[in-house]
């Protein structure tokens, strides 16, 4: 499988001084599901971040397809930025305009001047963009202004968004931190589903295990900005979590029974 | 003698006698620095009250071939305070988008954008006035250009604020799609900000309302130059109804913008 991304001893400090990374390297290769693990503050949003440098680094290099992304800039850095899609806590929809506007907002990036501006999309866009709503279960709301939808819904034209850009690589910032366990399966199983039809990598940042243990191929466990655990699921140990989150099994609440989590384990 | 329960925190109480203390203390020295005592207004009220019961009252038209006169003065005012601020509007709306570090291109110049603003915005629309009168000369379009300057002033901040509140996180999913800055703009922050703006717009329509009639005073024309010129010719009566005349367009004004501006809300 061919590699899609690489980090190489990657360092970001912000201007307060907090260091947020410290040294990360790891690669990534077409058709995996990783699953960034990790307490709050130990850095998972800004490894995200760094991907499509909406957040810049420090040191290091990150190559993303190929490319190093810390020497692109203006244009080239935009066509880079077009093969990775990027889905959000908070959806970050455009709230006033429609379901279908915020899916097509996916091509902007392969759009020029004037029609780009004021959102003239080619039919074949249009059609395409229309499937992929009713892909997800959302045919009914194309012409809802996407403040009507609900969290789950929300979340579903984000991904739809995301698709449109025809990434090689889709990025996840905590896509289920603010659903009920319902959607958030929900969500889980449609990027788990589309990512590996359309075969697109996939990173994940969670806070709950039992989930990063049932849909990735691997997990990264994060710990003040260094991975300090990267394997598939089943090497996950009890021992290796209290590494992550830096305290004794018992103190951390996990998103299942003991037995749920073998069960997930069977199925993973 | 028991002690009585106290209905708030002591500490609150005391910050509200220390600021009724300070507000006496504040108006007994205004007083002896103003040489002003209110009570001159009732030891001279005779005075006072024959200045209104006889100059001012009752109302009077003025003379009915000046009635066409001065409505259409009312409505130079109106186009005033209109035009005035839809210009602005539009200026300050280009502008804002350079003053917020969040959404701009060049982050580094957004602090010198908005201090600008605040510059040009703290000082008064007939600062302006009289700045401009004296430079230009008396006119409409004087009277025009110098509220532009603190509408826009004030809009780019208020447009600035707006677009911080909203639209941070559309315009980063737009980012991550590879989009442009103007794709950004038309795409995501106009859509997401476009009724704050122009609720802030209505706001600002009204307040120029009030400083068109005020600017017109001092030579911008409009009602405000009518009524100056009665005023200057003693005809206070006459002036009277001008007044009212002000006050029910300053009324029906703002009934209508609060209206729109509910509208907006929904
Ligand atoms: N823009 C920023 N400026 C300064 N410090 C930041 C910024 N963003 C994040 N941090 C700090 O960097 C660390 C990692 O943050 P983050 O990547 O958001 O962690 P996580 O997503 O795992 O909760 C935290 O200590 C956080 O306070
Ligand atoms: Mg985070």
Known sequence: MKQILKFENVIKRYPNGVHALNGVSFEMK??????????????????????????????????????????????????????????????NLVYSLSVLQNVLHGRLG????????????????????????????????????????????????????????????LLCDEPIASLDPSSAKTIMDLLKDMTSKRNIACIVNLHQLDVAMKYSTRIIGLSKGKIVFDDTPDKLTEEAIEKIYGTSYENLMLGGEKSEKEDSFNCA | MKKKIPLIAHDLKKIYTIF????????????????????????????????????FLPPKLPKASRIPGVLSSVLVTLALALSSTTIAAILAMFVALFGSEKVSPFPKLAKVVR????????????????????????????????????????????????????SQDCVESLLTVGGTFPQRVSQAILPSCLSGFLSWFLYCVEVNIRASTIVGMVG???????????????????????????????????????????????
């Open chain 1, 30 to 91: 077409e058709g995996e599901f990783i699953s960034v693990i990790g307490p709050s503050g130990s850095g998972k949003s800004t490894l995200l971040r760094t991907i499509n440098k909406l957040i810049t680094i420090s040191e290091g290099t990150v190559v993303l397809d190929g490319e190093k992304i810390s020497d692109k800039k203006g244009k080239a850095l935009r066509s880079l930025r077009r093969k990775v899609g990027m889905i959000f806590q908070n959806y």
């Open chain 1, 110 to 169: 392969f759009m020029k001047g004037f029609k780009g501006i004021f959102g003239i999309y080619s039919e074949e866009d249009k059609k395409k963009a229309l499937s992929l709503i009713k892909e997800l279960g959302l045919e009914q709301f194309a012409y809802n202004r996407a403040s009507d939808l609900s969290g789950g819904q929300k979340q579903r034209v984000g991904i739809a968004r995301a698709i449109m850009q025809e990434p090689k690589l």
């Open chain 2, 20 to 55: 009724a203390v300070v507000v006496v203390v504040l108006f007994i020295v205004c007083t002896i620095l103003t040489n002003f005592n209110v009570m001159s207004l009732v030891s001279n009220g005779d005075a006072f009250w024959s200045f209104i019961t006889n100059d």
């Open chain 2, 220 to 266: 911008g024309g409009g009602v405000g130059m009518t009524l100056f010129s009665y005023i200057k010719n003693f005809q206070y009566d006459i002036a009277l109804s001008i007044i009212l005349l002000i006050a029910l367009m300053v009324i029906v004004v703002d009934q209508v913008t609060n209206i729109l501006r509910k509208e907006l809300l929904k």
């Open chain 2, 115 to 166: 201090g600008f603003a605040t510059f040009l915005r703290n000082i008064p629309a007939l600062v302006w006035a009289f700045i401009l009168f004296s430079s230009l000369g008396i006119g409409t379009g004087v009277g025009f250009v110098a509220l532009c300057i603190t509408s826009f002033a004030f809009m780019v901040r208020a447009f600035v604020e707006t677009m911080e509140d909203v």
